[in-house]
């Protein structure tokens, strides 16, 4: 889009929260050119309809006997309980229809690495199997409405989704050039949007994006983003397409996002007490002397970093930085977990001004990039705090200190006016907090509505 264009638009920070707010729940502007109108109908709008953001990242592959979110119509009723009203997730573009726009069906989807993947927070339900997830979506989408609850609409694809398709797919999308990803995922998104408003589903999505975040090395250039979403606003003029980032690198983009959605994971460096330079780092992990700073938190019986790659030959490699994280957690001993958790404690307690003033100045940063750059489109915070360590590691939800952290932050975003965000990554039904501490939900939402000081 170009910037005359994109300047006709521009709202002041008020009017875009108030548009943002009335439009993201469905109660507002159909088109970028009724946004004036809309501001008005908005006025109105009050603290308690901003989008408490629930991460259901992999909700449509879980299902199944046993599963975690088998049964939508449970689960959604308790994230009603714990304070949401609005569901961020994997809704299977490029893989629900192909590139004729036939729906696929039912398709088989696997491990990341077989029997080494299911300790990492967000991976313990993932062990494969058969799912329609367009069927899936739909279900989804129509016990939501029911419920008053929101969905977000992104693909995880090049970064995550990949690791689980079939053979096919991911040859067919793994294949694409990066010049192409954009628009065969904007097409993916228009036709699970066609989708759901045959069924007159559509009213449920907040917000869609093509790509969770968006880089140059996985997904194409901005100018192919633009394309792509001017051709899903033309499309389909009553839903918001985003930006996701988890950067404020303004190369990536696109002038013609109407909404941005942020990541901001201000917490995560607590962990670097365990895991070090063991993930980003280059260190060989099949040399002990790499691991010795840790080696008494690692089981003894130790499973090879080698034996970690081999479980995925024959299939396309996952991120560097994953294989490492993987073999780290896949062999912390459950005998060490109650020193280490003491640690993280108590680092906590120390470093606990740090991270409360980490969150707020990367808010700041966010409003302060987005009125330069995109002035006036609504801010969310789709991801943060702290993710993927271990899910049998509970000293998260039994801090006080954490959340005290986390309670900051969602002040801050409701301060700062975004109309959306989630109290942390770790939020959805396969996490421990969502059984074990429910009230810690419902607070942290609490105080981003504005319900709690």
Known sequence: MKDNKHGANSLTRREAINI??????????????????????????????????????????????????????????????????????????????????????????????????????????????????????????????????????????YLHTFWFTDKNVTAELLGLPLEKRFMVFARGLDRILEELKQRGLADTIATAEIFNEVSPTKHGKAVDHEEALDFLQTRHPDILFSLDTDSFDTSKIPRNAQVWTYHSYYLWSIYGLFEQDLISGDKDLNDPAAYAPVRRFLRRDLVPFQTI?????????????????????????????????????????????????????????????????????????????????????????????????????????????????????NSGPEDPVWHEYPERLQRANAVFLGEKP
């Open 20 to 157: 943002g707010l009335g439009t993201l729940l469905g109660t507002a502007v159909a088109a970028t050119g009724t946004r004036a109108a809309a501001g008005t109908q908005a006025a109105d709008t009050t603290e308690q309809e901003r989008l408490t953001i629930s991460f259901w990242i992999w909700a449509l592959w879980d299902t199944g006997p046993n599963r975690i979110v088998n049964d939508f119509e449970v689960r959604v009723a308790e994230a009603v309980e714990r304070g949401y009203n609005c569901l961020r997730i994997e809704g299977g573009a490029g893989i629900t229809h192909d590139a004729t726009g036939r729906p696929r069906g039912e398709l088989e989807f696997y491990p990341v690495l077989p029997g080494h993947d299911l300790l990492t927070r967000g991976q313990q339900h993932m062990t494969g199997g058969r799912v329609d997830l367009l069927k899936r979506l739909i279900e989804l989408c129509t016990v939501a409405r029911r419920y008053n609850v929101k969905l977000i609409l992104s693909s995880w694809y």
């Open 309 to 425: 790659l081999d479980s995925r030959a024959g299939r396309p490699p996952i991120a560097r930085d994953w294989y490492r994280r993987i073999w780290l957690y896949r062999n912390l001993d459950p005998n060490a977990m109650p020193e280490l958790e003491r640690l993280l404690q108590e680092d906590m307690e120390k470093r606990i001004d740090e991270f409360k003033q980490s969150a707020v100045k990367r808010v700041k940063q966010l409003v302060k990039i987005r009125d330069e750059v995109l002035p006036g489109i609504p801010l969310m915070l789709g991801e943060g705090a702290s993710y993927c360590a271990d899910h049998r590691l509970r000293w998260e939800e039994r801090s006080d200190a954490y959340w005290e952290v986390i309670e900051h932050a969602a002040r801050a975003y409701r301060e700062h006016g975004l109309v959306g965000a989630v109290p942390r990554t």
